[in-house]
């Protein structure tokens, strides 16, 4: 059974960090390019950042360029979101999905198009 568990969400204090990790069972993850997406309550879902079966590129919404970083190690079967500088606003139950296609330019930041999804972790950004 094709399987993405997410983890290490919780609650941070503003300018905070958090690491989430993405772990995929029952298929290889070097086969499938991993967005990671975010919803926060009344709102829809919106693309944070993605990245290549390789690695080799990477893509980041606006709102956390320079704060959050993406990789993965193909060998573990993970990827992982590094978040730094956490806001409020930052605030939203995030999910990693998994697609055999890595759209270039941005693209990535759609959720469609994705096949996989995991359940989703909480992140709290709140003092």
């Known amino acids: 059974q094709l399987q993405l568990v997410e983890s290490g969400g919780g609650l941070v204090q503003p300018g905070g960090s958090l690491s989430l990790s993405c772990a995929a069972s029952?298929?290889?993850?070097?086969?499938?390019?991993i967005g990671w997406f975010r919803q926060a309550p009344g709102k829809e879902r919106e693309g944070v950042s993605c990245?290549?079966?390789?690695?080799?590129?990477?893509n980041f919404a606006e709102s956390v360029k320079g704060r959050f970083t993406i990789s993965r190690d193909n060998a573990k079967n993970t990827v992982y979101l590094q978040m730094n500088s956490l806001k409020p606003e930052d605030t939203a139950v995030y999910y990693c999905?998994?697609?055999?296609?890595?759209?270039?330019?941005?693209?990535?930041?759609?959720?469609?198009?994705?096949?996989?999804w995991g359940q989703g972790t909480q992140v709290t950004v709140s003092s």
């Open positions: 990245i290549s079966h390789s690695g080799g590129s990477t």
């Open positions: 029952g298929f290889t993850l070097d086969a499938y390019a």
């Open positions: 999905a998994a697609s055999p296609i890595y759209y270039s330019s941005g693209y990535c930041l759609r959720p469609n198009g994705y096949n996989y």
